[in-house]
């Protein structure tokens, strides 16, 4: 089994930063897929990054440019540094972790281990 742990949401200004950060731990599988998500009130919970095993790593348009993934070696952190947020970036983070090298703009309904989740509200 696997628990996640998310930090680090928070409030700030459009054009600011924050960094999220997604303690690991349990069994871990050496192919793994990991990612972030997101979901606003009323929408639907969406892929914000992944990376794979091999260290691929995918962005949706919307935060392409803006965000960075990543992971350490011993995959026991995941981090999302967001930069030039905008209030559109505003929902609940939530960090996801399944196995399979199998890892490619992965959908949400594939991840059973799922974090709490962290709030981030970015105001204009």
């Known amino acids: 089994q696997v628990q996640l742990v998310e930090s680090g949401g928070g409030s700030v200004q459009a054009g600011g930063s924050l960094k999220l950060s997604c303690a690991v731990s349990?069994?871990?599988?050496?192919?793994?897929?990991m990612g972030w998500f997101r979901q606003a009130p009323g929408q639907e919970r969406q892929l914000v990054s992944f990376?794979?095993?091999?260290?691929?790593?995918g962005y949706p348009e919307s935060v392409k440019g803006r965000f960075t993934i990543s992971v350490d070696s011993a995959k026991t952190t995941l981090t999302l540094q967001m930069n030039s947020l905008k209030t559109e970036d505003t929902a609940t983070y939530y960090c996801?972790?399944?196995?399979?090298?199998?890892?490619?703009?992965?959908?949400?309904?594939?991840?059973?281990?799922w974090g709490q989740g962290t709030q981030v509200t970015v105001s204009s």
């Open positions: 349990g069994d871990i599988f050496s192919t793994s897929c």
């Open positions: 996801a972790v399944r196995p399979g090298y199998k890892c490619y703009y992965p959908n949400p309904m594939q991840f059973k281990s």
């Open positions: 990376i794979s095993s091999n260290g691929t790593t």
